[in-house]
Each structure stands twice: as structure tokens, then as C-alpha cells.
């Protein structure tokens, strides 16, 4: 599957709710300058200057799910203090439900003090108290968990005690009652602890340690996989393999290894918890698990470029995915903002925009040579391209031989046009409307037919210009041809 058949499954996907059980932890960072050694031990002494903090454990997944357009509910165990205060607070920006929080003042907040100097930690101080949850709280979790609407579920699981085994068994029995789809992101070696979940999903340390020895190659994350599988009694088993990308095992013969794309590899911190929210908003979607996991395994790409735990979008990842199609210069019909991100970014580069349009169904060198005219008027060229409805109204029912997909990828790959922005109607008269060219361009053939949005650029002060088109040069006449022959 490539990656342009992944697009319309994210384009679609839907805000699937997703119930998250497990550790949730505030990152707390300490920013300051290192220039000299204390006096009273040999420790440097770092001047801090700033201290701000980010949603950690649990709470970093559920950043990932808001931004891959999903809604949180959250369920897990916070203290009677200020980091409970700024947990709740920061949640709530992103829109989730905090009620399944419970509160204990005997048991603080989990934190993870950083002390960076010049980007770098010099000193990290965790402030938990890790135990499992006793019998009437883990019995009050998974009736609020119970309770509440839900299309999917994560165990995000930390080791700090909140998913006892009371609560995995429950939450996942609860997800299984309802035939939602359940993601796990497992702390413990034994992977019997999560029996019955859909997706488990360990780094590949984390695999290692369970399986008791060492997962080099495909053969060993086959074989030793599988076993690891079936003995847990999992639908799936899913290994990070980081920037190697991942490992899927669901009872299929073989498993199935997806390489991540090729990019420089910054930061893995976070990376878990950006694969688990894409496949449980995938999931909860009701997209199958491997368009999930493809998913999965692209956001994770673009998660370990990145330095910290900084949430991967929906946008981000589409146009990611776009670029690695050919297709990060094409603006599909109804995506007024991606258009409008485009147009504005031609604008602060100070360059005026060229517009024209038409079906290009077989490219040829008349549309080559037109196109190459239209851009050599000076500044951004646009491209309006009729979609496949638009085309067999205007053409008839056998055109067009190319999906508009096919034809957007083709006009984008030519260096003279900067944009294609896809219409459904039979004219480009809304579009142009939207694009507010400064130059119209058509070719000769229009002068005594009447160029569709001609009025409306020159009484914005625009210009109307006509292309003379090459002699003979026609996709009508190519089909003819290829008929003929």
C-alpha cells in the first residue's frame, strides 16, 4: 500500500472518542545556564531563568490524540496538589473529559523534574509514589470507565500502579462487551498481563525483555514474536523497532515489517505514545488494523524527527504523506484551508498568482508548453484542475482516462506549476473567486467564447491573458489515435 492510498483514510477518519486508562504525569522542566562548579561538591551549578511543563505519560497520548482529531475521555489517578491542578487544566485545553480522574492526597501527582542547561539534562527528579491501586479504587476506575461513551480504548501503562491488574482485567473485559477496538502500550514483561487485548504494542527492548532474549533479526521477531503472541493470548502484537519502523504480528504467516521512511532521526522520546494514539483513533475510526498500523508507522516517522514529546497533527501528517506521494503541491476540492495556507504563503514571498484550468487529461506537449507560457508571465502558477464528475460532464462518460489523482500527481511534478487545486463544478468561476488571481490566463481558442472569470479579475484590478495553443497537439486526438491503432 502506498502512501497516496493512505490519504483518503486519514482525510475521512472521522473524531472517533477514546477512553485512556493509565499513568498520567506532568513534565516539568527547569531551563537555566551551567557556567560554573559549586563550591560545596562537584556538581555544576545551573542558573535557571524559565520552568515550564508538558502533559507526560498518558497525558502526551492524549496530546497526540487531540491533534490527530480524535476526543479523549480520561481515567487514572492524580493527587490534592498544584501538578494535579496544571494536569487537569492542560487536559481540558485539549478539549478532554477529566472526570474519570481520581484524587488521593496521600499519593502526589507523578512528576519528572528536568534541569536542562543549554539543551542539555543535567539532572532529572521524579517525584511518585508507584503502587498498584487498591481494591475500591480500582473498582471505582472501571465503573467510571463503564459509565462513560467510548468507540476505543488505551492502556497507557507507566509501571506506576494505576492499571493493576484489577483494572487491565476490567477495562479490556469492558472493550471486549462492546466490540470496540483496545490498545495497549505495555511496561510489564509478563505480556499474559494484558490477555485479550487487540493490539499490544512493545518498543523493542521491551519485546526483548519478554521474550528473554535478544529479537536481531526478522526471523527472531517472527518466530519468538508469534510465540509471545499466542502465549499472551493477544489479537496483535505490534513491536517499535524505532527508526527501523515496526514489526506486525497477528496470526498471519509471516509478520508483517513496515520500514519508516527515510529522515534523520532526532528524538524517539514520545514516539510510543504517538503510535498509540494514531492506532486507537485509526481503530475507533473503524479502519482495519493494517491501514491503522501504516498509519501508525508514518506518524511514528514523523514523531522521532522531532526533539521532545511534541505531538504529531493530522494536518502534519497529510501533508507529509502527500509529499512523499508527489502530491504536497495539490489542494484536493473542499479543502478551502489548505488553499487559502498556500495562496497567503505566495503573497508574503511577494509573488503575484498566475491562474489557469483545465481537465489535462493525457498531459501532452501542447498542455507543457502552455503551462511553461503561463508561469513565464510572472509569479506563482495555479493550476485549476476539473475533478472526475466535472470532466465526464464536460467530456462524456469515457473521459477521463486518468483519476484526477493521477492527473494533480503528473501537473505537480512539472517545475512551472507551483499549485493544483482541484474543482468540482463545471466551471472555475467559485475557484477563482477564491484564488483572486492577479493574472487569468486561457488559451486563444476562448477569445470569442467568453473566459469564464474574466470580469471578475479585471475589476479587481487583474489581467486577462491568451495563450496561443500548439497546432494538432489535443488529448481528443491522442485517443483517436490509440483507437485507430
Known amino acids: 500500500m ?5 490519504i483518503p483514510l486519514l482525510q475521512e477518519l472521522g473524531a472517533p472518542r477514546v477512553a485512556v486508562v493509565g499513568d498520567f504525569m506532568l513534565d516539568r522542566y527547569v531551563w537555566g545556564d551551567a557556567g560554573r562548579v559549586s563550591p560545596e561538591a562537584p556538581v555544576p551549578v545551573v542558573h535557571a531563568h524559565r520552568e515550564d511543563h508538558r502533559l507526560g505519560g498518558a497525558g502526551n497520548v492524549v496530546a497526540n490524540i487531540a491533534e490527530l482529531g480524535g476526543s479523549t ?6 493527587g490534592e496538589d498544584e501538578a494535579a491542578r496544571e494536569m487537569i487544566e492542560g487536559l481540558q485545553e485539549l478539549g478532554a473529559q477529566t472526570e474519570g480522574l481520581l484524587r488521593d492526597a496521600e499519593r502526589p501527582t507523578i512528576q519528572k523534574i528536568r534541569v536542562m542547561a543549554r539543551n542539555q539534562q543535567m539532572l532529572r527528579v521524579d517525584r511518585e509514589q508507584a503502587a498498584d491501586l487498591d481494591e475500591a479504587a480500582a473498582a471505582q476506575l472501571v465503573a467510571a470507565l463503564a459509565a462513560a461513551e467510548w468507540d476505543a480504548l488505551v492502556l497507557s501503562d507507566y509501571g506506576k500502579g494505576v492499571l493493576s491488574p484489577q483494572v487491565i482485567e476490567g477495562a479490556l473485559a469492558e472493550a471486549r462487551r462492546r466490540g470496540v477496538p483496545s490498545v495497549v502500550d505495555p511496561k510489564h514483561r509478563d505480556l499474559g498481563r494484558y490477555r485479550g487485548a487487540g493490539v499490544v504494542t512493545p518498543n523493542r527492548a521491551e519485546a526483548e525483555a519478554a521474550a528473554g532474549t535478544a529479537l536481531r533479526d526478522l526471523a527472531s521477531l517472527q518466530e519468538r514474536g508469534e510465540a509471545m503472541r499466542q502465549e499472551a493470548g493477544l489479537e496483535a502484537l505490534l513491536i517499535t523497532l524505532g527508526p527501523e519502523g515496526m514489526y506486525l504480528l497477528d496470526g498471519g504467516a509471516p509478520g508483517m515489517r513496515l520500514p ?5 532521526v532526532y528524538d524517539v522520546t514520545g514516539a510510543g505514545d504517538t503510535v498509540v494514539a494514531m492506532l486507537a483513533v485509526a481503530r475507533g475510526a473503524g479502519l482495519g488494523l493494517e491501514h491503522s498500523v501504516r498509519l501508525a508507522n508514518a506518524a511514528a516517522g514523523l514523531a522521532v524527527a522531532k526533539v521532545g514529546t511534541t505531538a504529531v497533527g493530522r494536518q502534519e501528517l497529510l501533508h507529509d504523506l502527500r509529499a512523499a506521494a508527489g502530491m504536497d503541491r495539490v489542494v484536493l476540492a473542499g479543502e478551502s484551508a ?11 514571498e511577494g509573488r503575484p498568482i498566475v491562474f489557469t484550468n483545465g481537465c489535462f487529461d493525457i498531459l501532452h506537449a501542447g498542455h507543457v508548453r502552455y503551462l511553461r507560457e503561463a508561469a513565464r508571465l510572472g509569479g506563482a502558477l495555479v493550476v485549476g484542475l476539473n475533478s472526475d464528475a466535472s470532466v465526464r460532464r464536460l467530456k462524456g462518460p469515457e473521459r477521463p482516462i486518468n483519476p484526477v489523482e493521477d492527473r494533480a500527481e503528473v501537473l505537480a511534478g512539472l517545475a512551472c506549476v507551483d499549485l493544483v487545486a482541484v ?15 492577479d493574472v487569468l490566463v486561457k488559451g486563444a481558442d476562448w477569445k470569442d467564447k467568453g473566459v469564464v472569470g474574466a470580469e471578475f479579475v479585471e475589476s479587481r484590478g487583474g489581467e486577462v491573458k491568451l495563450i496561443e495553443l500548439v497546432p494538432g497537439r489535443s488529448t481528443t486526438a491522442i485517443v483517436s489515435r490509440i483507437k485507430e491503432r
Open 260 to 264: 519508516t521512511a527515510a529522515r534523520q
Open 73 to 78: 475521555l480520561c481515567f487514572g489517578l492524580l
Open 423 to 437: 474543482f468540482e463544478q463545471d466551471t472555475p468561476e467559485e475557484l477563482i473567486r477564491a484564488v483572486c488571481p
Open 2 to 6: 502506498s502512501e497516496r492510498e493512505l
Open 338 to 348: 489548505g488553499l487559502e495556507d498556500a495562496l497567503a504563503s505566495f503573497r508574503r
